[in-house]
């Protein structure tokens, strides 16, 4: 019989992933779920996006690539970089890959061993601590509680640097609290990294234009420069464009890491789809409409589901700066029983008696490092929206 190598028994299937098809299950089989487990836009891919995809595929670009993308994908990253972040990347301090979680991947992949530690600040997305761990890291989660806007602070990056600290994790906005780092807050965490050169820093910014506040968003290689050669900064166009299907994502940092990376890569895919290729690159390099008019139906919903939420005694949320995910404390809930006479011990148990109780589909906050939380989509329509919180406020009045 196969047994699997200790790397992939060390890990965990994605529980947001294993939560989503639950609920897929149980709609399948005929019960009336409401699904806010999505990770993903809810819109379709823009259609002029598409077209440049056809058209790329007419033009007969569907051979392999450069490992680190065509030429037209890569000035279209650098000049987005560029244009919204001041940021200056040249060709060889830029890879791309399949997707943002790809070149995570292969960035832990390229550098971590022996167990190098990687500070990961909770609550986290669920991939980081078995990326780290299936590259033979050690995860050093750094507890971010709600009383610091879930945000990780200097004293507390501080007190987790060690000799071994290869990397420091950053995600903003966050997936999944939706909290940014502002440029202050950067500007601190900046002089904590200055005095351990040591420390790279991976910055996950693959949210940065679901982005709800009136001040620019900013990320930790522009408000600190003199950190930019130690930052890989990644992203992609999942969230941004509703593109999450055709897997592109990218990075840039400093060049031997970019090196290593697309080592890797030249081993491991050759290269990302030629064809979503060109369909990233048109999204990059063209009118930003789409974005403008998505977020500003995310931020309605924000608005909507936080306030319905805040109404609901034992349930409390703070308002996401940007990303498409609440994380409302659920604290007040803990110790109830719920009409069948179960007492709620965790969140694990909350999110169960939701979907049993209610048929709303949530995620436990323990899956992402912090508890007593829970994880709400809302890449979906006002409409469910509206009847989650509706079913949600019900199941929390039933509680005893
Ligand atoms: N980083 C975070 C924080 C995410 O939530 C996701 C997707 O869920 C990704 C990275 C990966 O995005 P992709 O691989 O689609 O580019």
Sequence with gaps: TFVPASR?????????????????????????????????????????????????????ETKYTAVNGTPALRNAIIGDFQRRLGLTYSDNEMCVGGGAKQILFLALMASVEN???????????????????????KPVIVQCPQETG?????????????????WLILNSPSNPTGAAYSRSELDALGKVLLRHPQVFVLSDDIYDQVWFK???????????????DRV???????????MTG???GYAAGPAPLIAAINKLQSQMSSCPSSVSQAAAAFALAND?????????????????????????????????????????????????????????????????????????????????GLSPYFRLSFATSMEAITEACDRIEKAVKALI
């Design 8 to 60: 992939v028994s060390r890990i965990k299937v994605s529980p947001s992933t294993a939560a989503s098809a639950r609920a897929r299950e149980l709609k399948a089989a005929g019960h009336d779920i409401v699904d806010l487990t999505v990770g993903e836009p809810d819109f379709d891919t823009p259609e002029n996006v598409k077209g440049a995809a056809h058209a790329a595929i007419d033009r007969g």
């Design 115 to 137: 167990d190098a530690e990687v500070i990961i600040p909770a609550p986290y997305w669920v991939s980081y601590p078995d990326m780290v761990i299936a590259n033979e890291g």
């Design 150 to 166: 879930f945000k990780l602070t200097p004293e507390a990056l501080e007190k987790a640097i060690t000799p071994k600290t290869l």
């Design 214 to 228: 009136d001040e620019p968003m900013t990320t930790l290689a522009a408000v600190v420069p003199e950190l930019k």
């Design 232 to 242: 890989l900064l990644t992203n992609g166009v999942s969230k941004s464009y509703a």
């Design 246 to 248: 055709w897997r592109i």
């Design 288 to 368: 930003q409409t789409f974005i403008i008019d998505s977020v500003k139906v995310y931020k309605d919903r924000r608005d909507y589901a936080c306030a319905r939420l805040n109404a609901i005694p034992g349930l409390s949320c703070l308002v996401p700066d940007g990303a498409f995910y609440l994380y409302p404390n659920c604290g007040g809930v803990i110790g109830k029983k719920t009409p069948d006479g179960k007492v709620i011990e965790n969140d694990l148990d909350f999110v169960l008696y939701l979907l049993d109780g209610v048929g709303v589909a949530a995620l436990q906050g323990a899956a992402y």
